[in-house]
């Protein structure tokens, strides 16, 4: 059975860093296009940033870009997003994403940036 578990959310001041985590199982992930999303209270679920198979090609939202980072480790089946300099307006649900010949979602993990 496809799975993608999210971890390493928590509360953080603005200004500081939080490294989440997505562990892919049960699929040949390595052959998805892996996705990072939020979702903030009352707003719609937006994309934030992507990583390619093979190639490992990143993008990232403009809100996002010079402060986080996708990265993955093929051994370790696992998806990370570096955040740094984080924002209030950073905070939100991410949810790990899984594009190819399925399409799988994670159940996101919580992102709080609050002094």
């Known amino acids: 059975q496809a799975k993608l578990v999210e971890s390493g959310g928590g509360l953080v001041q603005p200004g500081g860093s939080l490294n989440l985590s997505c562990a892919a199982s049960g699929f040949a992930w390595q052959w998805y296009d892996m996705h990072w999303h939020r979702q903030a209270p009352g707003k719609e679920r937006e994309w934030v940033a992507s990583i390619t198979r093979p190639g490992s090609f990143t993008n990232y939202a403009a809100s996002v870009k010079g402060r986080f980072t996708i990265s993955k480790n093929n051994d370790r089946n696992t998806v990370y997003l570096q955040m740094n300099n984080l924002k209030v307006e950073d905070t939100g649900v991410y949810y790990c994403?899984?594009?190819?010949?399925?399409?799988?979602w994670g159940q996101g993990t919580q992102v709080t940036v609050s002094s």
């Open positions: 994403n899984a594009r190819g010949q399925n399409d799988y």
